[in-house]
């Protein structure tokens, strides 16, 4: 497994310190984030999971721990929207550059507006997806919004 990915290499330019971690990726897991944190020794709410939605017409990012779930209509009010709905996995990819289940917001093919579920952002540093799967990447919270130009509020159901 490589660890330098488009992911790593957005962080590095953008001058974030980070760590690498790996883990054996299973992809029957029911739930690939929930899968991550316990094969990593970290806690659920730590380990946060990247999705793609589509907010009227418009694609974005939702960073959320991986034990959570988006409320669609948060999502939606958080980028001034009235509808949300979740991507299909061919169109996450397409956007992202990278496969489900290693979908990480950071050097993502095309830019996308990224929303923090605000109470990740409290804990002393955050383990994402580092666009590849098997692959995270830790950090502290508020390097990972500053680097993305994020917008932090609660979206969780």
Known sequence: MAKTTRAT??????GVTFTVQQYDYDPNAFKVGLQAAEAIGEPADRVLKTLMADVDGKPVCAVVPSNAEVSMKKLAAAFGGKHAHMLEAHDAERL???????????????????VFEEKA????????????????????PADAVSALSAISTGVVA
């Open 121 to 140: 952002l409290s804990e002393p540093y955050i383990i994402m997806n580092g666009g590849q799967r098997g692959l995270q990447v830790k950090l502290a």
């Open 96 to 114: 992202s550059g990278y496969h489900v289940g290693g979908i990480s917001p950071f050097g993502q093919r095309k830019r996308l507006p990224v």
């Open 9 to 14: 290499q957005f962080l590095n330019k953008a």
